[in-house]
């Protein structure tokens, strides 16, 4: 479901930015397993356009949707334990590259990254789309720790799966410090998820204490003696950033997001306007005739508008 909230006035637009790779995971493993009738598996490709077209049937009008084409990314060049695609299931990453082609004949902008990642690529459509005096507001639609470093202004994360909304005070609230200090944060905790270790001793609490305080890592004072805010084992942790301070540095590197990455030139591209040709033989081979037409019911309604 979409967050209760007024539709946008006349001449202004709301943006879905739908981390893909997320949803491919979540719907493999959350739905049965299903073959189309090549006897290729699908259930997680069925799991994620009957998603989007529900954002859809929710009043979504602008939408785009970042998928990992391929798993690694110039990351796993600076950090050798950064995640690959080793552990991925077979049935799952055999529906990576037609889910793509899946969407992108339900009519949704895709955005399949090589070097860079999904979330880079939804980084950079919210910097487009907020840069766009039409758009009220830009939803990076995933529950994933490291974009909460793009919330701001217009941005805001949505969990869609736990249907919560997270603006700035959100991500104060959740890590204890602002958005802008979310890569130095992982930094020196870490991401497991993302196969990098942060540094020993920097746990979650000591580590938002010191940067709601100093922001930044460089900005921490090598010596304890000098710090402003009292934390526990505050020598010890001194002592391991002084020596480990570049490696702080590269994680913060490896979680900062890239605004960079190729996406879609303007807000425009992003604006659903139905299904395209051969999206009604894709529900016939998937087996998911109902899809079809709520999809075609779904254009007609906004032709009619």
Request: aromatic residues 8%.
């Amino acid at each position: 479901m979409q967050p209760e909230q007024a539709s946008p006035p006349p001449g202004q637009v709301d943006v879905h930015l739908i981390d893909g790779t997320y949803e491919l995971f979540r719907h493999f493993f959350a739905v049965p397993s299903r073959t189309a009738s090549d006897g290729s598996e699908v259930g997680a490709l069925r799991g994620v356009l009957g998603n989007i077209v529900m954002l859809l049937e929710g009043g979504a009008t602008h939408v785009a949707v970042a998928t990992d084409h391929v798993v690694e990314s110039f990351r796993n060049d600076l950090w050798p334990g950064y995640k690959d695609g080793s552990g991925i299931e077979p049935d799952l990453l055999s529906q990576f590259h037609p889910t793509e082609e899946a969407l992108g004949l339900l009519g949704v902008a895709v955005w399949p990254m090589v070097e860079f990642e999904a979330d880079d690529a939804m980084a950079a459509g919210a910097a487009m789309a907020a840069d766009d005096d039409r758009v009220r507001q830009v939803f990076i639609c995933t529950p994933d720790k490291d974009l909460a470093q793009c919330v701001g202004g217009k941005v805001v994360q949505w969990d869609r799966r736990a249907d919560e909304i997270i603006d700035t005070a959100g991500v104060e609230a959740k890590f204890g410090v602002k958005p802008l200090s979310i890569p130095d944060y992982l930094g020196l905790v870490g991401d497991s998820a993302d196969g990098f270790p942060g540094l020993k001793g920097w746990g979650a609490k000591s580590t938002s204490v010191m940067l709601s305080h100093y922001g930044h890592i460089e900005d921490i004072p090598v010596s304890a003696d000098d710090w402003a805010v009292k934390v526990r084992g505050a020598a010890g942790l001194a002592a391991t950033l002084e020596a480990e301070r570049d490696l702080a540095l590269l994680f913060r590197r490896i979680a900062t997001v890239r605004t960079d990455a190729p996406v879609s030139g303007g807000v425009d591209e992003l604006a659903w306007r139905g299904p395209h040709r051969g999206f009604e033989e894709l529900c016939e081979q998937i087996g998911a005739g109902p899809l079809f037409e709520r999809v075609m019911n779904l254009a007609a309604y906004r032709a009619d508008l």
